[in-house]
Nanobody, 121 residues
């Protein structure tokens, strides 16, 4: 099993910044990509950003230019720097790992428990 633990969520005023962290642990060789999703109450979970093992990134249009995803492979940690936060960014943010592998086989995909981000206007 792979465990993902998120941290860094909290309450911030509009225009402020937060930095989320997600640390992966367990027995695995590599993770093809890691990303951040978010879900507000009553809404579907949506992709915020993801990053591949090679450093390629992709962002939702709603956060592009404000959020930056990064990955430290040595620490097995992915980060989400969130700047210029807006009230509509309020949600539970989930870390996800895609294509987790041992040296011989694919293990699958895993999700963290989520961390709450609340942006007040």
């Amino acid at each position: 099993q792979v465990q993902l633990v998120e941290s860094g969520g909290g309450l911030v005023q509009a225009g402020g910044s937060l930095r989320l962290s997600c640390a992966a642990s367990g027995s695995f060789y590599s993770i093809n990509s890691m990303g951040w999703y978010r879900q507000a109450p009553g809404n579907q979970r949506e992709l915020v950003a993801f990053i591949t093992s090679g450093g390629s990134t992709n962002y939702a249009d709603s956060v592009k230019g404000r959020f930056t995803i990064s990955r430290d492979n040595a620490k097995k940690t992915v980060y989400l720097q969130m700047n210029s936060l807006k009230p509509e960014d309020t949600a539970v943010y989930y870390c996800a790992s895609k294509g987790v592998r041992t040296i011989t086989k694919v293990l699958g995909d895993y999700w963290g428990q989520g961390t709450q981000v609340t942006v007040s206007s």
